[in-house]
């Protein structure tokens, strides 16, 4: 091979050695930016979430009525108050 030859060829090669790491640096670049989307996202989740357990936190520390007890027993456990009347509502089906 000639000195021409040899330097035509490795100005290819430099060629595509340049065109491959601007290709891959721009790739990563669109990497980066859906990443630091995808961070904003799960940042403002977090903030929701975070307000949420202030807020459930909250509740916890209030005193909790009576009344709210009868409820929720009779809403999540089907606890009654002795004498109550329980109607039966049953149709055929």
Do not use: C, W
């Given at each position: 091979m000639?000195?021409?030859?040899?330097?035509f060829f490795g100005k290819i090669i430099f060629?595509?050695?340049?065109?491959?790491?601007?290709?891959?640096?721009?790739?990563k670049n669109l990497e980066?930016?859906?990443l630091k989307e995808k961070e904003e996202k799960v940042r403002q989740q977090?903030?929701?979430?975070?307000?949420?357990?202030?807020?459930?936190?909250t509740q916890l520390e209030e005193e909790v009525?009576?009344?709210t007890i009868k409820r929720i027993?009779?809403?999540?456990l089907?606890?009654?108050?002795?004498?109550?009347i329980?109607?039966?509502?049953e149709q055929p089906g």
């Open positions: 000639n000195g021409a030859k040899l330097i060629t595509v050695l340049i065109v491959f790491l601007v290709i891959t640096i721009i790739d980066i930016n859906d977090m903030q929701s979430y975070t307000l949420q357990v202030e807020k459930l936190n009525s009576e009344e027993a009779r809403e999540k089907n606890l009654r108050d002795p004498g109550d329980i109607y039966a509502n």
